[in-house]
Nanobody, 130 residues
Framework: QVQLVESGGGLVQAGGSLRLSCAASGRTLSTYFMGWFRQAPGKEREFAAA????????YYQDSVKGRFTISRDNTKNTVYLQMNSLKPEDTAVYYC???????????????????????WGQGTQVTVSS
């Protein structure tokens, strides 16, 4: 099993930036496809971004393209989500998740499905004020 711990959330004004980190323990992160999801109050959890096991492929929800960047450092067992030009609608709890290394090979749609991921962190709150 792998344990995931997110950090880096907080309160920021619209237009500002935050960098979320997801630190893994228990197993090496290089064996997992990694994703970031978010859940706003009263809404379902939704896909934000994902990265293949070696960082070679990245995937984004349309609403965050050009503003968010997902990356990973397997030597540090950590995945990052750099969030720029934040908007109030980005306010949510952000979760990182680990799925099977071959998830991206199954098709782009599957990487956006929460049920494809096996391990989840506890989440970190991001609040963007207007």
């Amino acid at each position: 099993q792998v344990q995931l711990v997110e950090s880096g959330g907080g309160l920021v004004q619209a237009g500002g930036s935050l960098r979320l980190s997801c630190a893994a323990s228990g197993r090496t992160l290089s064996t997992y496809f990694m994703g970031w999801f978010r859940q706003a109050p009263g809404k379902e959890r939704e896909f934000a971004a994902a990265v293949s096991w070696n960082g070679g492929n990245t995937y984004y929800q349309d609403s965050v393209k050009g503003r968010f960047t997902i990356s990973r450092d397997n030597t540090k067992n950590t995945v990052y989500l750099q969030m720029n030009s934040l908007k109030p609608e980005d306010t949510a709890v952000y979760y990182c998740a680990a799925g099977p290394a071959g998830l991206g090979a199954s098709g782009t749609y599957r990487v956006t499905e929460a049920r494809q991921y096996d391990y989840w962190g506890q989440g970190t709150q991001v609040t963007v004020s207007s």
